[in-house]
Nanobody, 111 residues
Framework: QGQLKASGGGRVQTGGSLRLSCRVPRSTFSAGWYRQAPGQQRVLIASIIAKTTTNYADVVKGRFTISIDNVDNVMSLQMNNLKPEDTAVYYC????????WGRGTQVTVSS
């Protein structure tokens, strides 16, 4: 599989919001957002199946929303009420991760 590219990261203060984007193939069945904090392993934090069924890691549940735009095939991650512990490099990929990992997009949340 090719590489999926995440964009939209940045630096915000605690409580702020960011929206990440990633274009996915039209045929995508299952995809998700992963993140890797400094010194930690990359983990799946949100996934979407058949463009409708969503799942979230407990640490982001209620704050993050994953979606796929059916017109543009852009997968988004709306992140609200960001916390310093959300600081990480965020990646998009299929679930399970079958594409090569891109550089990701850095999200930094300051207190």
């Amino acid at each position: 599989q090719g590489q999926l590219k995440a964009s939209g990261g940045g630096r915000v203060q605690t409580g702020g919001s960011l929206r990440l984007s990633c274009r996915v193939p039209r045929s995508t069945f299952s995809a998700g957002w992963y993140r890797q904090a400094p010194g930690q392993q990359r983990v799946l934090i949100a996934s979407i199946i058949a463009k409708t069924t969503t799942n979230y890691a407990d640490v982001v549940k209620g704050r993050f929303t994953i979606s796929i735009d059916n017109v543009d095939n852009v997968m988004s991650l709306q992140m609200n009420n960001l916390k310093p512990e959300d600081t990480a490099v965020y990646y998009c990929n299929f679930v399970p991760a079958g594409a090569s990992w891109g550089r990701g997009t850095q999200v930094t949340v300051s207190s």
